[in-house]
């Protein structure tokens, strides 16, 4: 992102990274509060993995009247419906950043939800199905459901997040400064080259991601910095645009998840 884009916004408040928190958000409440108290009200990202118990403002109502409250899903909030309606029936059902670019406390934020699954796309093998719509017309042609579709199945819901080619060429047509995701970029074993093109294309100066449970700050490549945030752990992208580590992920010390929790399919 060039100087001159960055002269256009001003950065009004820290931008808190929470990675994948699992079904508990006691410790975000928590900071966050510790934060109030030291006169600073940071934006929160949710960076997939909440696996809400109920509506996700809900999960959240002590500090949702105090912040902005922003996510994408990960691979794992469409296990159950009760987890993907807590997002996708919720109050902030419009704050999911899944496909879009949004100004967030002065910093444009890119969000790309979900993770790539080879019955649908695995980049750089062409995609089996280019879009959501496309994989479910194939999929009701070849069983129609009981139901004639009106109530989800399993496999319907586990593709509410997955990478579609559509969604993803989208944010490729797209300029912003941050780009948050669920999959790493290549800098991780398990990380994937298209997440750099995109963050290329997007000219993006951060990515931040979480799915692989492991709070690192990889080697800056060229003009940006690629952070992954551990689980449940919280980062900060402050004012300044530096980065500070306001919770170590509970799984830092011993490297993240291992190959078995990392299997999406
Ligand atoms: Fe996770």
């Known amino acids: 992102m060039s100087k001159h884009k960055k002269q256009q916004h001003v950065i009004t408040h820290p931008l808190w990274l929470c990675g994948d928190t699992h079904g508990c958000v006691d410790h975000v409440v928590e900071h966050f509060l510790n934060a109030r108290r030291d006169g600073v009200t940071p934006h929160l990202v949710f960076l997939g993995d909440m696996e809400c118990a109920q509506a996700f403002d809900l999960e959240l109502q002590e500090i949702r009247e105090i912040t902005d409250v922003w996510f994408i899903h990960g691979n794992h909030d469409t296990d159950t419906s009760q987890a993907w309606n807590a997002l996708a029936s919720s109050a902030w059902a419009d704050k999911n950043l899944h496909g879009?670019?949004?100004?967030?406390?002065?910093?444009?934020?890119?969000?790309?939800?979900?993770?790539f699954r080879s019955s649908i796309w695995a980049p750089p093998a062409p995609p089996v199905f280019a879009s959501y719509?496309?994989?479910?017309?194939?999929?009701?042609?070849?069983?129609?459901?009981?139901?004639?579709?009106?109530?989800?199945?399993?496999?319907?819901?586990q593709h509410f997040s997955t990478i579609f080619p559509d969604i993803y060429s989208r944010l490729m047509t797209c300029r912003a400064q941050v780009l948050v995701t669920h999959e790493a970029p290549s800098c991780h074993a398990y990380g994937w080259q298209a997440i750099d093109n995109?963050?290329?294309?997007?000219?993006?100066?951060?990515?931040?991601?979480?799915?692989?449970?492991?709070?690192?700050?990889?080697?800056?490549?060229?003009?940006?910095?690629?952070?992954?945030?551990?689980?449940?752990?919280?980062?900060?992208?402050?004012?300044?645009?530096?980065?500070?580590?306001?919770?170590?992920?509970?799984?830092?010390?011993?490297?993240?998840?291992?190959?078995?929790?990392?299997?999406?399919?």
């Not at 709070?215 to 900060?236: K, N």
Request: glycine content about 12%; hydrophobic content about 30%.
């Open 198 to 265: 995109l963050a290329v294309s997007l000219g993006v100066s951060y990515v931040l991601h979480g799915h692989l449970h492991e709070t690192r700050i990889y080697p800056r490549q060229g003009t940006c910095q690629v952070v992954g945030v551990g689980y449940r752990g919280i980062v900060s992208l402050e004012t300044d645009d530096s980065i500070s580590v306001i919770r170590a992920g509970d799984y830092d010390a011993t490297g993240g998840l291992n190959e078995q929790e990392v299997e999406s399919e």
């Open 133 to 157: 719509q496309a994989f479910r017309r194939d999929l009701l042609t070849r069983r129609p459901p009981k139901d004639w579709g009106l109530k989800e199945t399993k496999k319907e819901r």
């Open 100 to 115: 879009y670019v949004k100004e967030i406390s002065g910093r444009s934020v890119a969000g790309l939800g979900g993770v």
